[in-house]
Each structure stands twice: as C-alpha cells, then as structure tokens.
T-cell receptor
Framework: KAGVTQTPRYLIKTRGQQVTLSCSPISGHRSVSWYQQTPGQGLQFLFEYFSETQRNKGNFPGRFSGRQFSNSRSEMNVSTLELGDSALYLC??????????????FGPGTRLTVL | TQLLEQSPQFLSIQEGENLTVYCNSS?????LQWYRQEPGEGPVLLVTVVTGGEVKKLKRLTFQFGDARKDSSLHITAAQPGDTGLYLCAGNTGTASKLTFGTGTRLQVTL
C-alpha cells in the first residue's frame, strides 16, 4: 500500500503571495490532518478533515485554510504569506472513522520557504 | 493548552550505550504515540500505547505509558547509529482528532 504523498516537496515563495499544498492519503483513509513544523514551535496542529468536512481546527489565523475532496485528497492554502510561515508542512492520514483516531501516518512534508 | 515536555532535549551517546527519553504532561491522554523523524522527512510511527501502565517492546526499544496516562518513556538498549534522529511523543484526548506533540529529543549515536 502506498504511503501518504505530498506535493510539491519544496516551494519558494515571496511575502504576500499565496500557496496551495496537496496531500494524498493512504488508500482507504478518510481522515487527513495538517501540521506545521518549525524549529521554534515544533509540530503544531493546523486542521483535520474527514469526509470533506473540517472536523477540528488548531490555533492558526484565517490565512490558513484547507479542503478535502470526495476521494479524500486534501489541499491546504496559505494566503498573504509571511516570513514566519516558512516551515515544513506535514500531512497525516488516519484510518479511523471516529473522531480521536489514534494512529496517524505522516507524509514526507512540503518545505515552504518564504522570502 | 495541553503541553508535552520531553527530556532531555539533546542526547549524544556512543554505540552500545543505553538511554531513556521522557515525555511528561499535566494532562491525561487517551493514547500516546512515539515517532522518529529524520531530517527532511515526516515522522514515522514507532508505537501507540493506550492503557495506563502499558509496556510495549519493539526490538531494542521499550515504551511505557504511565499509570495515570500523563507520561511516557522510551528506553533504547544498546543504541546503534541507525537510532539517530528526532524522537517525538504525541498524545491525543478522547474526542479530539488532533495530536499534541512533545518538544522533541534529538538523539545522536556515534561509533
């Protein structure tokens, strides 16, 4: 079974631009979560989608948004990029159909650099 | 806000030594996971523990979940260079889908 895939792997943008990142979960997984990882803050939860609905949300500004498609693939968008948005963005999928799924499988991440 | 504190933050040891990494919180978690992450890659799940007092072994790695489900430890016996990486604990509460990650322990094992 293929793992979680994320595209692109690397991205360079300038301040004020917007960016869209993509995630394809493991086949059969319906829950997709997004995390931001930075050296200073560590891994922080952004949001989780299940069956095309946002089920949980972290403490990030509205510039960070996401969506999930009927095939469970997910995208996250960051608008009006700031230097502090430079980070590794990780997507994780879970097989659980119940909120609180306890096992998440991570993709390799997208390294975003904002200049 | 749930916080998971890991200690130590950094650990540099020689091959063959034993080590223990701790993960502590004031919150109760319904489950706790340990991940290892290598540079430029996503975290890879090592184990999930769900029962207070539970002990799980994965070859040379031993994981324990505290009785009160607020803390956990990871013990590595006879460390090898391949164990080098960032070790992360992560917990979740019963009704939340999100994982709260620990601060991380960076382990380096040299020959």
């Amino acid at each position: 079974k293929a793992g979680v895939t994320q595209t692109p792997r690397y991205l360079i943008k300038t301040r004020g631009q917007q960016v869209t990142l993509s995630c394809s979960p493991i086949s059969g997984h319906r829950s997709v979560s997004w995390y931001q990882q930075t050296p200073g803050q560590g891994l922080q939860f952004l949001f989780e989608y299940f069956s095309e609905t946002q089920r949980n949300k972290g403490n990030f500004p509205g510039r960070f948004s996401g969506r999930q498609f009927s095939n469970s693939r997910s995208e996250m968008n960051v608008s009006t990029l700031e230097l502090g948005d430079s980070a590794l963005y990780l997507c994780a999928s879970s097989p659980s159909a119940v909120a609180g799924g306890i096992t998440q499988y991570f993709g390799p991440g997208t390294r975003l650099t904002v200049l | 806000t749930q916080l998971l504190e890991q200690s130590p933050q950094f650990l540099s040891i020689q091959e063959g030594e034993n080590l223990t990494v701790y993960c502590n919180s004031s919150s109760v978690f319904s489950s706790l996971q340990w991940y290892r992450q290598e540079p430029g890659e996503g975290p890879v799940l090592l184990v999930t523990v769900v029962t207070g007092g539970e002990v799980k072994k994965l070859k040379r790695l031993t994981f324990q979940f505290g009785d009160a489900r607020k803390d956990s430890s990871l013990h590595i016996t006879a460390a090898q260079p391949g164990d080098t990486g960032l070790y992360l604990c992560a917990g979740n509460t019963g009704t939340a889908s999100k994982l709260t990650f620990g601060t991380g322990t960076r382990l380096q094992v040299t020959l």
